[in-house]
């Protein structure tokens, strides 16, 4: 079965510094693909980026960009310039592709932008 | 406006008690899923389905039923509510080739006493 962890629980960054969030999976599988999404305290749930395990570059979406860490099973998110509407729960997902639209999620990271 | 539907938003449950959350997309999607999410767990799979009239469990289906007679409308059903189901919902649905243009619904928070 796939795992996705997430081991930091809480982070806090700075307004307008850089803050990356950490995840690691576990698979045997080739072909997958692999989410961050955002989550609000309106409980929204956000797509923030996407990465293919196919395609060796990494994802990057304005102020977010992944590193992709495939031999590793390292699927990190940088956030650039941090914001104050950046502050949520942040969750790294994972799919399968043989397993149709199944995901599985991490734990979820916290992040407070400070002003 | 398309997306994924939620009813209701939130709701408050005694022990025992049945009721249905509804999920409803419009965007023809043929697969369509059910997740709760409890604090530090992330969200976790309840049940899924691939195409009307097709269901399957997924990780944490006890307690729940599921059925899908439309491509349209996935609802959950909770037959005799526990405190441990309180938690917050949410209706999921994507093409069934792969969740990369998948859409959440708002989430319903539910509450058992």
């Known amino acids: 079965a796939q795992t996705v962890t997430q081991s930091q629980p809480e982070m806090s960054v700075q307004e307008a510094e850089t803050v990356t969030l950490s995840c690691t999976y576990d698979?045997?599988?080739?072909?997958?693909?692999l989410f961050w999404y955002k989550q609000p305290p309106s409980r929204q749930m956000i797509l923030v980026i996407r990465?293919?395990?196919?395609?060796?570059q990494n994802a990057t979406e304005n102020r977010f960009s992944v590193n992709f860490q495939k031999a590793a099973k390292s699927f990190s998110l940088k956030i650039s310039d941090s914001q104050l509407g950046d502050t949520a729960m942040y969750f790294c997902?994972?799919?399968?592709?043989?397993?149709?639209?199944?995901?599985?999620f991490g734990e979820g990271t916290q992040l407070t932008v400070n002003p | 406006n398309a997306g994924v539907t939620q009813t209701p938003k939130f709701q408050v449950l005694k022990t025992g008690q049945s009721m249905t959350l509804q999920c409803a997309q419009d965007?023809?999607?043929?697969?369509m899923s059910w997740y709760r999410q409890d604090p530090g767990m992330g969200l976790r799979l309840i049940h899924y389905?691939?195409?009307?009239?097709i269901t399957d469990q997924g990780e944490v289906p006890n307690g729940y039923n599921v059925s899908r007679s439309t491509t349209e409308d996935f609802p959950l059903r909770l037959l005799s509510a526990a405190p441990s189901q309180t938690s917050v919902y949410f209706c999921?649905?994507?093409?069934?080739?792969?969740w990369g243009r998948g859409f959440f619904g708002q989430g319903t928070r539910l509450t058992v006493v």
């Open positions: 999921a649905s994507s093409y069934r080739q792969g």
């Open positions: 698979t045997s599988e080739n072909n997958y693909y």
């Open positions: 990465q293919e395990a196919y395609k060796q």
């Open positions: 997902a994972f799919n399968q592709e043989t397993s149709g639209s199944r995901l599985t």
């Open positions: 965007m023809n999607h043929e697969y």
């Open positions: 389905s691939v195409g009307a009239g």
